[in-house]
């Protein structure tokens, strides 16, 4: 079969023929439907999550939407190594997929996965998000941020802020928040100022995909009781964090993580996901791409495509 091959940690993955999965005592082959591609693949492929460490040769895609030979289809994460989700077949534990109606938009059905789960679970599983609160979505210009923004909305929170920067500023207001933060401002001063603008009443829920210099200024707009849920870090992996800021605010720092996730928790969030897809309430701006153009695909992976990356066969 043809699938998008890494040879050695940090490769570009190309196209070659790699040997076919063969199904076996709990394990079924499916078809590629459509493969979301997310920041993970590149640490995947670089060797840089312990969880899942790479065998070279190997395939790479972390997730995807397949059709078994049933002529169902499933969303699946993380395929048995050596094998992923960039190839003609994949194979499926039965234990791991989660339904995906027919009718349904495959391409966004995988992009919610990854990307969608991450800030449902941080907002309903992780904060207990009650209908009225306040939300903060730091980093909420990429694709995970989007469909974080999107999961609050649909959750009940009264107010919605969504924190960026560039020309992603623009997109994050065109999803219906209630006010946006330019990150970019002046480093600091500029942060606090527009955070205190965009909620004069604070944040009870903080969805933080950046860490790095932006916590500590969310931090300070936290309510009283409220919730931080680290889910990234994309601007850094440490931050200066004063004791007061979590002691003073009575403030749970959550970390929220795909692995450490119960697989129920995961497959019933999927379901949710999927249940407000096809009530047209979660939109994305995929860009989908062919298996025989995945180096340059993945080249615009690495340099922070603007577009939600959907591979299909």
């Given at each position: 079969m043809r699938a998008a091959v890494i040879r050695q940690a940090g490769d570009t993955p190309a196209v070659e023929q790699f040997a076919d999965p063969r199904p076996g005592p709990g394990l079924s082959v499916g078809t590629l439907v459509a493969a979301a591609l997310n920041p993970l693949d590149l640490l995947i492929a670089g060797d840089q999550l312990p969880f899942r460490p790479l065998q070279p040769p190997s395939i790479a895609g972390y997730e995807a939407v397949?059709?078994?030979?049933?002529?169902?289809?499933?969303?699946?994460?993380?395929?048995?190594?050596?094998?992923?989700?960039?190839?003609?077949?994949?194979?499926v534990p039965d234990s791991a997929g989660f339904g995906v109606p027919a009718d349904s938009d495959p391409g966004l059905a995988a992009a919610l996965g990854v990307a969608g789960l991450v800030?449902?679970?941080?907002?309903?599983?992780?904060?207990?998000?009650?209908?009225?609160?306040?939300?903060?979505?730091?980093?909420?210009?990429?694709?995970?941020?989007?469909?974080?923004?999107?999961?609050?909305?649909?959750?009940?929170?009264?107010?919605?802020?969504?924190?960026?920067?560039?020309?992603?500023?623009?997109?994050?207001?065109?999803?219906?928040?209630?006010?946006?933060?330019?990150?970019?401002?002046?480093?600091?001063?500029?942060?606090d100022t527009g955070l205190a603008a965009a909620a004069p009443g604070g944040y009870d829920v903080i969805v933080d995909f950046?860490?790095?210099?932006?916590?500590?200024?969310?931090?300070?707009?936290?309510?009283?009781?409220?919730?931080?849920?680290?889910?990234?870090?994309?601007?850094?992996?440490?931050?200066?964090?004063?004791?007061?800021?979590?002691?003073?605010?009575?403030?749970?720092?959550?970390?929220?993580?795909?692995?450490?996730?119960?697989?129920?928790v995961r497959r019933t969030a999927y379901a949710q996901l999927m249940r407000h897809a096809a009530d047209g309430k979660f939109t994305l701006d995929l860009e989908r791409t062919r298996l025989a153009d995945i180096s340059p695909t993945w080249e615009r992976l690495k340099a922070g495509s603007p577009r939600k990356l959907v591979v299909t066969p």
């Open positions: 397949v059709q078994l030979s049933d002529g169902t289809r499933c969303y699946l994460a993380g395929p048995p190594a050596p094998y992923g989700t960039l190839a003609e077949l994949v194979p800030g449902w679970i941080s907002l309903d599983y992780r904060a207990h998000l009650q209908a009225g609160e306040t939300v903060l979505i730091l980093g909420a210009g990429g694709a995970a941020g989007q469909l974080a923004l999107q999961s609050a909305r649909i959750l009940g929170a009264g107010r919605i802020v969504g924190a960026a920067r560039g020309k992603a500023l623009e997109q994050v207001a065109d999803l219906g928040t209630d006010a946006v933060v330019d990150l970019a401002a002046d480093a600091g001063q500029g942060i950046l860490w790095g210099e932006s916590a500590p200024h969310a931090m300070n707009h936290a309510n009283i009781g409220a919730r931080y849920i680290q889910v990234g870090s994309a601007a850094g992996a440490t931050a200066t964090i004063t004791a007061s800021a979590i002691r003073n605010k009575l403030l749970t720092v959550i970390g929220q993580g795909t692995v450490g996730t119960p697989a129920d």
